[in-house]
């Protein structure tokens, strides 16, 4: 199954300090994920990865658009 999604991020790493928004992202990244595909596990691209962190750990974007691939229990996201 593939779907896109454009996932909002700034709610949720707003409520971290600064020296911790980036890795707050990421991980609202992989609960969003989580949660619709109604997976187990959840793998980052290293396209996304590089996205997510290219402002640095104080400045993530605000929303990203993702292709979720999702096999057995394992979503990709790409």
Excluded: C, Q
Aim: proline share 5%.
């Amino acid at each position: 199954m593939e779907r896109t999604y454009n996932i909002p991020l700034r709610k949720e790493f707003m409520k971290a300090p600064k020296y911790k928004r980036t890795k707050k992202a990421v991980s609202a990244l992989r609960d969003f994920l989580k949660k619709h595909m109604k997976a187990g596990t959840v793998k980052i691209g290293k396209n996304l990865n590089d996205h997510m962190w290219k402002n640095g750990i104080r400045r993530p974007p605000h929303h990203v658009k993702v292709t979720a691939i999702k096999e057995d229990d394992v979503v990709k996201a790409e």
